[in-house]
């Protein structure tokens, strides 16, 4: 059963999910044996989505330590509320959910001991859309191009670490994840207007931050 195990994290975790499995919605079979369970359910479930989830927690917390104790716990919550998933969402849309909800009562408990937070400067970034993909872009000659791009994603992760929370969700489950504003807006529970209005007002001081870069 998965939680005799711990989870750990590579390099090629915060890409996606784990090679050979995909993010579309499980199907009745797997969920009903999530429901019951079952024990090898759930550590694909972990297989398939934890790189997912840790590279979300990772963007939102700029904390590796944090995103992968998060992580740990996002998957907890899935095993004890499995039994209430009523398949209106996918699985990857649901378990989004529970990790920002972690995620916010964790960046809660911190802020009330006004915890000193550090961004690092090497993890890797998506791909994304609009300010983040023309971030992320690069048109240098080698050698230098690497180092372009890494001031680029340094750049990028200090601009998004500054953003308000709430923005910063959403820019990151749009320009990163690549979540459509209907998922954004089953994950975050808010209207579809709202989901607009924070990636707009999101890139807008993106844009402004990142204006001499």
């Known amino acids: 059963m998965f939680l005799s195990k711990s989870i750990t994290f590579d390099e090629d975790d915060l890409s996606g999910a784990a090679a050979g499995f995909t993010a579309e919605s499980a199907d009745a079979d797997f969920i009903d044996k999530l429901r019951a369970g079952d024990a090898m359910a759930f550590d694909n479930l972990v297989t398939r989505y934890s790189g997912d989830i ?3 927690l990772y963007r939102v917390t700029e904390n590796a330590e944090d995103a992968g104790d998060l992580t740990q716990e996002t998957f907890l919550s899935a095993l004890k509320s499995i039994k209430n998933f009523r398949g209106e969402s996918e699985l990857k ?7 920002l909800n972690h995620s916010r009562n964790r960046f809660r408990w911190w802020k009330r001991r006004r915890r000193d937070r550090t961004v690092s400067l090497d993890a890797p970034v998506g791909n994304s859309e609009m300010l983040v993909q023309e971030m992320l872009a690069s048109s240098s000659p080698a050698p230098d191009e690497n180092a372009i791009r890494h001031e680029r994603q340094r750049a990028l992760l200090l601009a998004l670490a500054e953003l308000p929370v709430n923005f910063r969700e959403a820019v990151v489950l749009c320009d990163i994840e690549g979540l459509s504003y209907d998922e954004i807006a089953a994950t975050l529970v808010i209207s579809l207007g709202t989901v607009k209005s ?5 890139r807008s001081e993106l844009r402004e931050k990142l204006k001499d870069v």
């Open 198 to 202: 924070r990636i707009a007002r999101g």
């Open 54 to 56: 840790y590279a979300l």
């Open 93 to 99: 849309t649901w378990l989004f959910r529970i990790a």
